[in-house]
């Protein structure tokens, strides 16, 4: 498995599926760069390649706030019992997760209780971004310059990131809860946003 070099190639990953307690090892016949993604399950599900086959590269938003996305084990494949796998390219300039959403109460189907980390790639690697997680009472509000190579956690709230002027940013989104859905709430504040580009 494996033919992309380097993420920024922006094409579809090789990405392989293992239920629980399955035994593995991998071989690098080339520098590698492997991510691991894992969550609570009580297995049964087969091991399943998930990509590259079936994975297409798809933009998402408007103006700066587009991306693009490759769904590696989105709740569209039944493949997983609680792992939610993305990657996402925000070109140089362009904001992300934006306009700013959660799914941290376990309400379906208004909302999910979704954790979530992001793992970053900048290009050129110098460069950085911002990530800001915050809840709409303020009791959680951290904004992070994020580099290359930084994995930023999500344990509730809202999250959007940033790419600056001259850096493309990938991250590796990786979501998990006890409902394998990606239902979201937006932040009233913002929700205008939605509004005008519908």
């Known amino acids: ?27 690098a016949t080339t520098p590698l760069t492997l991510a691991l993604c894992s969550a609570p399950s009580p297995g049964g599900r087969p091991v399943q390649r998930l990509g590259p086959e079936g994975i297409e590269l798809t933009p998402r938003g408007r103006g700066t706030n587009t991306r693009y996305i490759n769904n590696i084990a989105m709740e569209g494949r039944d493949v997983a019992d609680s792992l939610l796998v993305t990657e996402v390219f925000t070109p140089a300039g362009h904001w992300s997760s934006y306009p700013p959403h959660r799914h941290d109460e376990d309400d379906f189907p208004r909302i999910t209780y979704l954790e979530e980390t992001y ?19 303020g009791s ?59």
Do not use: S
């Open 119 to 137: 793992w970053f790639r900048l290009n050129p690697r110098a460069g950085w971004g911002i990530q800001r997680v915050y809840t709409e009472d």
């Open 140 to 198: 959680l509000d951290e904004t992070m310059a994020v580099r290359d190579g930084d994995v930023t956690l999500v344990p509730r709230g809202h999250h959007p990131c940033g790419a600056p002027y001259g850096y493309d940013m990938y991250y590796l989104n990786v979501m998990a809860g006890p409902l394998r859905r990606w239902r979201f709430q937006g932040d009233p504040e913002h929700d205008w946003l939605v509004e005008r580009d519908r």
């Open 1 to 27: 498995m494996g033919e992309r070099m380097d993420v920024f190639e922006r094409t579809p990953p090789h990405a392989l599926y293992l239920p629980p307690g399955t035994p593995w090892e991998a071989e």
